[in-house]
């Protein structure tokens, strides 16, 4: 089943759109332009789309959705937040699991620094204010794989609070002008995750895996000024970049390092909100964004129907691409919060506060860390406009596609190229290739210094650039052959010989009388297709300005 | 031997008058004697021998490890012991076995200590008698002691029947009865509302609770974390003195322990007078349920520091009317959530009910629990329910916080230590004490000993004299926080002021002996 059709309003225009990569949901207007700065306070709820059902009528059935946000990230430490066990995907079953994470009697929480770092790194990189005293809480339910029967977290005073996160739509004719956009960061929360459990139907039997009970998480809160899939889905994934860029979370999806939640309402505008379902399960970006379309429309066409949206958790099912209410959380949940009596408040300095004799191993202070804040993905982006001079969308690309900037710099690193030329070829030609058949970039057989020695040979004129596709696509297929191999294996070199060269445009010209005729009789065009069949003759090896000329001469005279 | 203090027989292991072996063996032999009191739900006899005989080879080498090696301790079972059942007296830990150490217990452990074994309590250390445990009620030593049964035969109305033994209190009760019984010179209690102080003063024992933070939880199986601290009970100051030595400091297990140094060892200056010192005597702790005894024995404390040079003041602690009822919902609040780990998965007790895992959990607390712990658990959820936490829980922190500055405030008008009664009268008869249900009754007994704990402070129980019926009653001193040493060094010189009689226990050997033959008797007529 594929995602529904969602029809858009703005402006008295409509457009339609069935999933992110294609379309958007976005106004196209004409955008203000990037500012590199952040833009704080400006809610994307201002400017958020309007849905109609698929029968709209006059005036009336306008929808918005408002959505917000609940993400997990695991923090990546060697060890988890409250024991000194240690964390790896993939282990075996229960074989990294202290007595504090199996919840043995008597175990105590012992706070991990690293944690805490990560946490306060990650809300300064978000542009929160960091309380500089935070404090644990205990969140109670029955689950097979929460041994303690609670969750430790921060509910009532989190490490950090109200910050921004900085993403960038892309819009326009070809998706290529970028609109900032902003959502407003509630919270940053330090919690443990929970066990696994894995559950055998044949048998009946639920088998747990306490190796991730207990791993570190940063939960970030979202304020709901979302409005759609694709808003949810750039938000995440620049999140996600940031995350990387600082090392605080490996935000791997598929590895279950970074998960969202979405919650998802629908109002008419200037109405209060709509119920809200919260949708569970989204563990690729891309399933993020048709849940919450998918949702959206759901709710649309209950509420159109007559029918009423419940206050429920949903499941987003990948492969129906559907929404699913989950029945056995149907029960309200009371988690009983308490403070958490066993760990006292975490409390963090700065420059100013630090205590003159504090042990620097047992105090963590706000401003050192800040220091060390790496450059974060807006910072990358616009060193790369004004380094290389490209398009700020290109910078978007560049660090979209993981591995990609890293190859692009090897790339400029190595050649005597313009760098214009570079992050052509990078993001045409090399993604190209990828996209087409699904590669990442790791498991390109082009490598960096391949793609720079190509480019040194056409920046060196020794090639012309259709015969760089050529060797290029020599390349992908035959790893390990140097471009300069395949250059003379296949006599690619540029046809330096203008003698020759004149003689093959005279003999081609007499060949195509009705073309010269043509060009006589004041097409001027028609010149390309004389040069078009030079070109072919040569095997590319022709540079089309010689040809051109050289035509033009003959011609003239 | 047997009889002495710990700081006696430990002299005596050091001069060889006796080798850890045979102490242990005395020991154990006293413990198989007394096995009626019920102190004790596990006896590590392999274990301790196994400890007494390492010790004997390092006394030989001359490579003591200090005071307490040599040295029979108890632990209660709510410690966890690696490789040692550890029930906290409930069905829902039958049969656990610890993989670790408590901090405690390795410490005592690693100063050379032979562990004798665990001792008895009321599950999971909720109670004020040692009654509630699933293995059965802690008899009180003292009932066969021969102060009280001269005093038993001088009353006409008394019936002389072994129904009518004594409680311990609790919820220490098992701890109590091993030391006051001679089959341990020092034993670990908990003590989260009164838990050692109680039945020390019950037994005839010092019971120390130290500052919150001084001593590590780690593996103390938690009943309120906010308010337990491993609590100590001897024969007299100066042991709890060693051991309170041997356990202090910074734990990197437990976030709660305090880093800031303490004086270490904790020896104890004997007080030449006491004419700087200040005692404060809290008005608000006479109240009319306070027993006449107590009440004379309390106020003859007060004179006797006063005619020892000291200040006596009355101090007002105003909020103390509302420990109680503050306590009740902390407790049970944090009971309800402790308990929430025990759902039969990964340790512990689990049902035969598999239809669900929802269905598995229910079964297996409701087999697991008694009615005691089901019942704080139960008051605790409500509590802590969305709508009732602002109204129940936030208001009893907030009263937990006046209550604690009603201790600033006194400490803060010069006073040292206070001194109250421990407990409203001796110890009852079982019989007795189980007219009244678990919760009455840890509401009366806990009333002196309830508001140290919220407010995190060192107190300590002294036996003072024997009442009229030949039982042992308690007075308890209460310190600044931190000011352990301080406070044990007032108890010590009160100590010696009032010369606490020794426990005569020849009447329990005889009624032992007489045990012995029946169980004999009984056993050969099954065959």
């Known amino acids: 089943m594929a995602a529904p059709m969602l029809r858009w309003v ?274 690729s970006i891309r399933f ?21 949206i419940l206050n429920e958790t949903r499941s987003f099912h990948y492969q129906l691409g559907c929404t699913m209410s989950m029945r056995d959380k149907e029960g309200k949940q009371d988690y009983r919060f308490m403070p958490e009596p066993n760990l006292p408040p975490l409390v963090l300095y700065d420059a100013t506060s630090l205590p003159a004799d504090a042990d620097p191993q047992q105090v963590i202070n706000i401003d050192q860390i800040r220091e060390t804040l790496p450059e974060l993905p807006s910072v990358t982006r616009e060193r790369l406009v004004q380094q290389y001079g490209m398009l700020l969308e290109h910078s978007f690309t560049l660090l979209n596609e993981v591995g990609l900037l890293e190859f692009f710099q090897n790339v400029i690193k190595e050649t005597r190229a313009e760098p214009k030329k570079v992050t052509s070829w990078v993001l045409n030609t090399f993604l190209g290739y990828l996209k087409q058949q699904n590669l990442a970039v790791s498991e390109s057989p082009v490598t960096p210094s391949a793609l720079a020695e190509l480019l040194d040979l056409l920046d060196s004129r020794t090639i012309s650039s259709a015969a760089a596709k050529q060797v290029f696509e020599e390349m992908w297929k035959r790893e390990g052959k140097t471009p300069g191999q395949i250059v003379s294996e296949k006599q690619l070199e540029l046809m330096e010989d203008r003698g020759a060269l004149e003689q093959l445009c005279h003999s081609m010209m007499e060949a195509h009388p009705q073309v010269v005729m043509d060009l006589k009789e004041g097409n001027p065009r028609a010149i390309n297709k004389l040069i078009g069949l030079v070109r072919k003759a040569t095997q590319n090896r022709a540079d089309p300005a010689m040809i051109k000329e050289i035509l033009e001469k003959k011609l003239s005279s | 031997m047997l009889g002495r203090t710990l700081r006696e027989v430990s002299a005596a292991l050091k001069q060889g008058q006796i080798t850890p072996t045979e102490l242990c063996q005395k020991c154990l032999s006293l413990i198989k004697k007394t096995k009626f009191l019920n102190a004790y739900i596990t006896v590590s006899e392999e274990v301790a021998l196994k400890q007494a005989e390492e010790s004997e080879q390092r006394y030989k080498n001359g490579q003591s490890l200090g005071d307490l090696d040599g040295i029979p301790v108890a632990v209660k079972d709510n410690f966890s012991t690696s490789g040692i059942e550890t029930t906290c007296a409930s069905n829902m830990l039958k049969g656990y076995i610890p993989p670790y150490n408590a901090t405690v217990v390795q410490k005592l452990l690693d100063q050379g200590a032979l562990l004798m074994g665990k001792t008895n309590l009321d599950e999971f250390a909720m109670g004020s008698g040692s009654t509630d445990g699933v293995f059965g009620p802690v008899k009180n030593p003292w009932s ?15 019936k002389n ?250 400490f803060n008008s010069g006073v040292d230590v206070l001194l109250t009664p421990t407990t409203l009268s001796e110890a009852v008869p079982y019989l007795e004490f189980i007219k009244e249900d678990n919760r009455t009754r840890s509401a009366q007994d806990d009333i002196f000993t309830q508001a140290v704990n919220m407010a995190g402070l060192p107190a300590v129980s002294i036996p003072v004299a024997l009442s009229n019926q030949g039982l042992p009653i308690g007075l308890q001193f209460i310190g600044r926080a931190f000011c352990d040493q301080q406070l044990l060094t007032v108890a010590k010189w009160f100590e010696k002021q009032v010369q606490f009689p020794v426990i005569q226990l020849q009447e329990l050997m005889d009624y032992c002996s007489a045990v012995l033959e029946n169980e004999k008797l009984a056993s050969v007529s099954l065959k």
């Open chain 1, 288 to 308: 993020l964004a048709k849940a919450i379309d998918y949702e959206i429309q759901r709710q649309i066409n209950e509420l159109e129907n007559g029918g009423e």
């Open chain 2, 144 to 158: 066969y002691s021969k102060q009280y049964r001269e005093k038993r035969k001088q009353n006409p109305h008394s």
């Open chain 2, 161 to 410: 029947e072994d129904s009518d033994w004594l409680i311990t209190g609790g919820s220490s009760g098992g701890s109590a009865a091993a030391v006051s019984a001679f089959t341990c010179y020092a034993a670990l209690g908990s003590d989260t509302g009164g838990s050692t102080r109680n039945p020390a003063a019950h037994c005839g024992l010092v019971g120390f609770k130290p500052s919150y933070g001084l001593v590590s939880r780690h593996g103390l199986i938690p009943l309120v974390n906010s308010m337990d601290v491993p609590g100590i009970l001897t024969r007299c100051v100066d042991d709890a003195a060693i051991v309170l030595g041997a356990l202090a400091g910074p734990d990197p297990k437990d976030s709660t322990t305090v880093h800031d140094p303490i004086n270490k060892p904790f020896m104890l200056p004997s007080l030449a007078d006491v004419s700087k010192l200040c005692i404060g005597i809290p008005k608000e702790y006479l109240v009319p349920e306070l027993s006449s005894e107590v009440r004379s024995l309390w106020s003859k404390a007060a004179d006797l520091f006063e005619s020892g040079g000291a200040k006596v003041l009355e101090v007002s602690l105003p909020h103390t009317s509302y420990s109680i009822v503050c306590y009740h919902v902390l407790c049970t609040s944090e009971v309800a959530s402790n308990m929430a780990r025990f759902d039969g998965l990964q340790y512990g007790h689990r049902c035969d009910i598999d239809v669900s895992t929802e269905a598995m959990y229910a079964a297996t607390r409701r087999e697991g629990f008694n009615d005691v712990v089901r019942g704080r658990i139960l008051s605790g959820n409500f509590f802590l329910l969305k709508e009732n936490y602002e109204n129940y829980f936030v208001k009893a922190q907030k009263v937990r916080r006046l209550i604690a500055n009603d201790f600033v405030n006194a």
């Open chain 1, 10 to 283: 703005g402006r008295g225009r409509r457009w339609t759109f069935a999933q992110v990569d294609g379309g958007s949901c976005h106004r196209r207007e004409a955008p203000t332009g990037f500012t590199s700065n952040r833009i704080r306070g400006q809610s994307s709820v201002a400017q958020q789309p309007l849905y109609t059902t698929q029968k709209p009528r006059k005036g009336e059935h306008k929808w918005a959705a408002v959505v917000g946000l609940e993400i997990h990230a695991q923090i990546s430490s060697n060890s988890k937040l409250f024991s000194g066990s240690q964390v790896r995907f993939s282990a075996p079953p229960n074989s990294l699991v202290s007595f504090f994470d199996a919840s043995l009697p008597g175990t105590l929480p012992v706070l991990n620094r690293r944690c805490v770092e990560a946490a306060v790194m990650t809300g300064l990189a978000l542009n929160c204010h960091i309380n500089k005293k935070s404090l644990f809480d205990r969140k109670h339910y029955f689950y097979a794989d929460l041994p303690a029967g609670y969750q430790i977290t921060q509910q009532r005073l989190p490490i950090a609070v109200n910050g921004s996160l900085t993403y960038g739509i892309c819009a326009g004719k070809k998706q290529s002008q970028v609109i900032p956009k902003t959502v407003r960061i509630k919270q940053i929360q330090l919690e443990q995750d929970s066990g696994k459990s894995l559950h055998d139907d044949l048998r009946s039997q639920t088998l747990i895996d306490l190796n991730r009970a207990g791993v570190g998480l940063l939960e970030v809160v979202l304020e709901p000024d979302l409005s759609c899939g694709e808003e949810a889905a750039t938000a995440v994934r620049e999140l996600q970049l940031i995350l990387q860029a600082l090392g605080t979370s490996q935000a791997n999806m598929a590895e279950g390092q970074l998960r969202v939640d979405a919650n998802i309402s629908v109002h008419h505008p200037g109405e209060p909100l709509g119920v809200r379902t919260e949708v569970k399960n989204l563990n």
